[in-house]
């Protein structure tokens, strides 16, 4: 096949990408197009929710199920299998062994690894599951088992994002719905509306949202835009009555009423009016604003001025570390950990118009694909690991509590009775569809896609 030596613009190829990927909805969001684009003030949903990976399966013993290194000692590790290794750090930010905190006289029930740091007095807000059977030492495999709460095909993902079943059974009246940050999103049942637009760095968001005023060039995009115009034939009409026409149509006036409201401005942290927030969130006078501390602004941004639902977030990486990575893994842990820190401290003191603050009407769930081994290899790293940790904060969840917990031989996962959230040496698994199920009936939303009972003694 013959390459265009002069591809289509960017902007033209966004405006065309962002419409075809919200084809097949009348309406965005669940708000008529016109009405948008006549608005001037966005409300915010009454239930929001943000979904952050730690990319490349993170060391959970760093972050949310710490061991007591005084019990689980180099000496033990024959018998224990588990070595935290916490004296390896070799850092004066991070303690050397697990942090408690307590706020206003009330002890944290959540113990936490070193590399969370000042996220931890956040405790309040929080519960943590332990022991999680990942059925996977794969990169893709758990990374897709926790974005669907469905155990993928090989590889492939089944289902829809959460994200997409929470926006799909919501119908949101908000112009961009659902974004993914340079993460995958899927929608297996949904129409357009139910899309994510998903993005891989802030510059492709700014891109999307912004007008272009740069001509046609591609014939190909000439008559896409020109398809309502051609005469009608049978066959037009065919296509055309609620077919490919009609959607294709509806998703470009869509894409141009968004364009046309400068949403790409509430983005555009450089501008004056943004000054309050990059002092917030540590954030240099010019961009890119592709660090830790920008991806939270972002996802603060679209919450709380009206913009979206669900933000799906690669909030850091850098984890998939086998060699000699103690100090390594901890500082890019903490990196993220540090950032969504920031994140809930805005949240909690930002007032949502319908009572409150924005952290009464979020759910937010931190996630990685797998854990790392609980021992140290000959290279100085940690593998592979089939048990892992996730953390649910904010609305429609128990706080200060941990449910689970792994073994003390090898970090095994747990087994237990689901319905008390109490160990069971007869009992089940706790796998990510449960998970995915608790975030669904935390807002009282349809969960049986999941086809397991969520975790109900982590529902508040």
Not at 399 to 409: A, K, M, P, Q, T
């Amino acid at each position: 096949m013959k390459k265009n030596p002069t591809p289509p613009s960017p902007g033209r190829r966004n405006l065309l990408k962002a419409a075809a990927g919200f084809m097949g909805a009348s309406v965005f969001g669940g708000l008529p197009f016109r009405a948008f684009a006549d608005a001037t003030d966005l409300a915010p949903p009454d239930r929001c929710f943000i979904f952050v990976y730690f990319n490349g399966g993170w060391d959970q013993l760093l972050a949310f199920d710490p061991k007591d290194p005084d019990v689980f000692t180099p000496e033990r590790v024959t018998s224990t299998q588990i070595l935290p290794g916490y004296n390896l750090i070799n850092d004066a930010r991070f303690e050397s062994r697990p942090l408690v905190p307590e706020k206003n006289g009330v002890r944290s029930n959540i113990h936490f690894g070193p590399a969370v740091g000042k996220l931890s007095n956040h405790f309040d807000l929080m519960s943590v599951v332990r022991g999680i059977n990942m059925n996977t030492l794969g990169h893709e495999v758990g990374y897709r088992y926790f974005l669907t709460g469905k155990q993928p095909i090989g590889s492939a993902a089944r289902g829809s994002s959460t994200a997409t079943e929470i926006v799909g059974q919501f119908k949101p009246a908000v112009p961009i719905p659902s974004v993914a940050y340079n993460i995958e999103t899927y929608n297996d049942r949904y129409p357009g509306q139910a899309n994510a637009l998903r993005v891989s760095r802030s510059a492709d968001l700014l891109l999307t949202l912004s007008p272009s005023t740069r001509t046609l060039d591609s014939e190909i995009e000439k008559e896409l835009l020109d398809f309502r115009g051609q005469p009608i034939s049978c066959e037009a009409a065919a296509y055309g009555a609620r077919g490919v026409g009609q959607t294709y149509s509806t998703s470009q006036d869509q894409m141009r009423s968004v364009l046309s409201n400068r949403l790409d401005n509430a983005f555009r942290f450089e501008r004056p009016e943004h000054a309050e927030l990059r002092q917030k969130y540590g954030l240099p006078s010019t961009g890119p604003y592709d660090n830790e501390a920008g991806r939270a602004a972002l996802v603060a941004t679209a919450l709380k001025q009206g913009i979206s639902q669900c933000v799906t977030i690669n909030m850091t990486g850098g984890l998939d570390t086998h060699f000699g990575t103690q100090l390594t893994h901890a500082n890019n842990q903490r990196r993220g950990f540090d950032a969504l820190a920031t994140l809930v401290d805005d949240l909690r003191a930002s007032s949502h118009p319908a009572g409150g603050n924005f952290m009464d009407h979020t759910t937010i769930m931190v996630f990685s694909e797998f854990s790392r081994t609980p021992t140290i290899n000959t290279s100085g790293g940690r593998d592979h690991h089939l048990s892992n940790s996730c953390l649910l904060m904010g609305a429609g969840v128990k706080h200060n509590f941990v449910l689970g917990r792994s073994g003390d031989i090898g970090m095994s996962p747990g087994t237990f009775d689901l319905r008390t959230g109490a160990s069971d040496p007869s009992g089940e698994n706790i796998l990510p569809e449960h998970i995915i199920a608790t975030v669904l009936a935390s807002a009282n939303l349809d969960y049986s896609i999941t086809r397991v009972d969520p975790l109900r003694p982590l529902l508040a």
